[in-house]
């Protein structure tokens, strides 16, 4: 094996680093290829191809952590794996099957296990699985042939704060995806769609654009690239909606939350409702959890200071300790959501 890599684990962005193998596999003439091992960092693709030009692009993300017992643990591929196949459905693309996709998830990991970044560094290996669709087309129509690859990249926090409690916003300017459209999906669209509303609330100093449902513009929905719940009274309640998401972070908390003697409601949140919520905090695999400390309403001037002494919230830091605890080994895995890697 090659030497580790000179990288400073404990001062790594959230970005993209090259590693030394992603693997690939194609969809051609109705029928699943070989997984192949590429060293290559491009792609060369038809410039008709309908990822280009009709959006055919879906993608997931996931996290591979060092563990304190020296394993490699990947969290939840399972969970990735359905939800690619829901996002294929969703834009007519071909799903790629559950074990073809675990098969390449755990083969990239061994294959980068040198940019695995070291246990205790609170930097991990992140995952990133994509399809598009390949086929040269001037009309709008799907596919027949695509492209399904993983690459990886070591990470450090997604808000460049870290742990610590940062500000949002709310803007009813913006929507990211329709009422009843691809929210669901982790389409590259809808992420297009939020750049413009996410650069406007990052030149006013908000790490995050906290969007409304798209129809009523009156219920939470969610937070950038990540889900949103929130602490009120010991219970644990997080935005009910076709418009976002399902995150695989958030629905660990629910059960950790439950687990910990919470009660967990998916539900309707007003805007109004934060005014008497304890704890806020934004999900998901990039994010972790990551405390809110004032959701700023710029349309209506009104900013709800959630965390009033300017540290995360008890309930939030505890659901986050356990679930890091979980991934990096500390703590048992009871719902068996790891695949450990002995390399
Ligand atoms: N919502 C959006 C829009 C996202 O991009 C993500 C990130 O994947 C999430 C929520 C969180 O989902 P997960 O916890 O499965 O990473
Ligand atoms: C994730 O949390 O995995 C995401 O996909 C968020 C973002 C980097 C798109």
New binding site residues.
């Given amino acids: 094996m090659k030497d580790i890599p000179q990288l400073d684990w404990a001062t790594l962005p959230f970005g993209y680093q090259k590693t030394d193998y992603n693997v690939r596999c194609t969809f051609t003439d109705g029928k699943w290829g070989e997984p192949e091992v590429s060293e290559s960092e491009t792609i060369n693709i038809h410039m008709a191809a309908t990822a280009l030009h009709y959006g055919q692009e879906i993608f997931e993300?996931l996290k591979a952590f060092r563990g304190v017992d020296g394993k490699v643990r990947i969290f939840r591929l399972e969970e990735n794996a359905k939800r690619i196949r829901e996002s294929a459905k969703g834009l007519c693309m071909e799903p790629v099957p559950e074990e073809l996709f675990r098969k390449m998830i755990i083969k990239v990991v061994e294959l980068n296990a040198r940019f695995i970044p070291p246990y205790g560094s609170g930097a991990s290996l992140y995952i990133r699985p994509f399809e598009i669709g390949m086929t040269a087309s001037v009309g709008v129509r799907k596919a027949v042939d695509y492209l399904f690859m993983v690459l990886v990249s070591p990470v450090g926090p997604y808000f460049k704060t870290g742990y610590a409690p940062t500000k949002i916003c709310i803007m009813r300017e913006y929507d990211r995806v329709a009422p009843k459209g691809t929210g669901r999906w982790?389409v590259g669209g809808?992420y297009a769609a939020s750049l413009s509303a996410g650069e406007r609330a990052h030149a006013l100093g908000y790490s995050a654009v906290l969007y409304l449902d798209p129809k009523d513009k009156k219920y939470l929905d969610?937070c950038g690239?990540?889900?949103f719940f929130a602490i009120k009274d010991g219970v644990y309640i997080t935005p009910e909606s076709e418009s976002?998401?399902p995150?695989?972070?958030?629905m660990s908390f629910q059960q950790l939350a439950a687990d910990h003697g919470l009660e967990v409601q998916c539900r309707h949140i007003t805007v109004d409702e934060l005014e008497s919520v304890q704890e806020a905090a934004a999900?998901?695999?990039?994010a972790v959890a990551s405390p809110v400390g004032e959701i700023d309403d710029l349309d209506t001037g009104k900013k709800y200071i959630i965390a009033k002494d300017g540290k995360p919230g008890p309930v939030t830091t505890m659901l986050y300790n356990h679930l890091r605890a979980i991934q990096h080994g500390e703590e048992p895995d009871i719902y068996g959501w790891n695949t450990v890697l002995d390399i």
């Fill in positions: 993300g982790k809808n969610e690239p990540a889900n976002i998401l995150s695989i972070t958030n999900c998901g695999t990039a």
